[in-house]
């Protein structure tokens, strides 16, 4: 039987480039090491500029299929979780381990997002959206944004671009200078921003695996993330500083509403690869702060933590992912 060549897409235009070539080693490495009897691992990597690289070989993106059988999608924001890349594939006539082409603009942008999960009757926290084309345009427009948002959502606040993940450049502002700042800091970045309320509570992650253990949305054990800053970072949450514990402490109400907003984000997303939700479990709310369309992969990565509380090895998800591309 010939093995069925995997490439591994990984790093990318956005700025989670790094956290990308993670995800991407991470899953080559068990490719290689433990799958290497049905898998050939491919590296497919995309330069900062977008040039195609295969075995460290520039390609143009249409001959890909001459190279591999299926890709496993390790790109992380832009490109990877905004259907980009689904698109080239579906193109090309190549499976991919997710599909994006329908929602994934609304993954990978959070304003879409908030939209999705207030349509599903579910919480998000508040929040403003900071355009750079109107502040480029009108001097007063950033003061102006920054009054408004002083006046509707009550300090303090969480600046974060409004595309992207990874914690990439999120700030907390506690004082009406500290908003101007972040804004002025922000847009100086990224096209627009996202202003949202900060919420007091415990921060859970939450995830699910399509089609694991005969059920069609099979939900991994909620874990808290344990940090010593206010806001998860991006340098915290990929440097290592950060703990996922146990939810024994949660109230069996809490958990089957966690529950619920899982199997309800599964339902409308329709997802072929894993997916991680990030929330907040306030005293009488919980909030939805962000979907993860493509969940790091690698040592002390919210997913894996989850899957090892379930007796899933590494290997045996990355099996799982692959089962439906069958046999060459």
């Given at each position: 039987?010939?093995?069925?060549?995997?490439?591994?897409?990984?790093?990318?235009?956005?700025?989670?480039?790094?956290?990308?070539?993670?995800?991407?080693?991470?899953?080559?490495?068990?490719?290689?090491?433990?799958?290497?009897?049905?898998?050939?691992?491919?590296?497919?990597?995309?330069?900062?500029?977008?040039?195609?690289?295969?075995?460290?070989?520039?390609?143009?993106?249409?001959?890909?299929?001459?190279?591999?059988?299926?890709?496993?999608?390790?790109?992380?924001?832009?490109?990877?979780?905004?259907?980009?890349?689904?698109?080239?594939?579906?193109?090309?006539?190549?499976?991919?381990?997710?599909?994006?082409?329908?929602?994934?603009?609304?993954?990978?942008?959070?304003?879409?997002?908030?939209?999705?999960?207030?349509?599903?009757?579910?919480?998000?926290?508040?929040?403003?959206?900071?355009?750079?084309?109107?502040?480029?345009?009108?001097?007063?427009?950033?003061?102006?944004?920054?009054?408004?948002?002083?006046?509707?959502?009550?300090?303090?606040?969480?600046?974060?671009?409004?595309?992207?993940?990874?914690?990439?450049?999120?700030r907390l502002a506690r004082t009406f200078d500290e908003l101007l700042l972040?804004?002025?800091?922000?847009l100086a970045l990224y096209d627009d921003l996202l202003v949202e309320e900060?919420?007091?509570?415990?921060?859970?992650?939450?995830?699910?695996?399509?089609?694991?253990?005969?059920?069609?949305?099979?939900?991994?054990?909620?874990?808290?993330?344990?940090?010593?800053?206010?806001?998860?970072?991006?340098?915290?949450?990929?440097?290592?500083?950060?703990?996922?514990?146990?939810?024994?402490?949660?109230?069996?109400?809490?958990?089957?509403?966690?529950?619920?907003?899982?199997?309800?984000?599964?339902?409308?997303?329709g997802h072929t690869h894993a997916f991680t939700v990030d929330m907040i479990?306030?005293?009488?709310?919980?909030?939805?702060?962000?979907?993860?369309?493509?969940?790091?992969?690698?040592?002390?990565?919210?997913?894996?933590?989850?899957?090892?509380?379930?007796?899933?090895?590494?290997?045996?998800?990355?099996?799982?992912?692959?089962?439906?591309?069958?046999?060459?």
């Amino acid at each position: 039987m010939e093995k069925i060549r995997v490439g591994v897409v990984r790093g990318g235009i956005s700025p989670e480039y790094s956290v990308s070539l993670k995800t991407g080693a991470t899953v080559l490495g068990i490719l290689r090491s433990e799958l290497s009897d049905r898998y050939e691992a491919i590296d497919v990597l995309i330069d900062r500029e977008g040039i195609w690289h295969v075995r460290g070989m520039p390609i143009e993106p249409e001959t890909l299929g001459e190279y591999i059988d299926v890709v496993w999608n390790a790109l992380h924001g832009e490109y990877g979780e905004d259907g980009m890349l689904d698109s080239i594939l579906e193109s090309l006539r190549i499976p991919s381990t997710t599909r994006f082409q329908f929602l994934g603009d609304t993954i990978s942008n959070k304003h879409k997002t908030k939209e999705l999960i207030k349509n599903l009757g579910l919480g998000t926290p508040n929040h403003e959206i900071v355009r750079k084309d109107l502040a480029e345009i009108n001097n007063e427009y950033l003061v102006s944004e920054a009054k408004k948002i002083f006046t509707k959502i009550s300090p303090p606040w969480v600046v974060k671009p409004l595309v992207g993940g990874s914690s990439i450049d999120v700030r907390l502002a506690r004082t009406f200078d500290e908003l101007l700042l972040a804004l002025y800091d922000g847009l100086a970045l990224y096209d627009d921003l996202l202003v949202e309320e900060y919420v007091y509570g415990r921060e859970i992650v939450a995830g699910m695996i399509p089609n694991f253990r005969n059920e069609n949305h099979y939900q991994l054990l909620p874990l808290e993330i344990h940090k010593k800053e206010s806001l998860l970072s991006h340098s915290t949450r990929h440097g290592g500083d950060v703990r996922f514990l146990d939810t024994h402490t949660l109230h069996p109400f809490e958990k089957e509403e966690i529950h619920g907003i899982v199997r309800s984000l599964a339902e409308i997303l329709g997802h072929t690869h894993a997916f991680t939700v990030d929330m907040i479990v306030a005293p009488r709310k919980i909030v939805i702060l962000e979907v993860d369309g493509v969940p790091a992969l690698g040592e002390n990565t919210p997913l894996f933590s989850m899957l090892e509380k379930v007796g899933c090895t590494p290997k045996q998800f990355v099996e799982h992912i692959l089962a439906p591309h069958g046999t060459r």
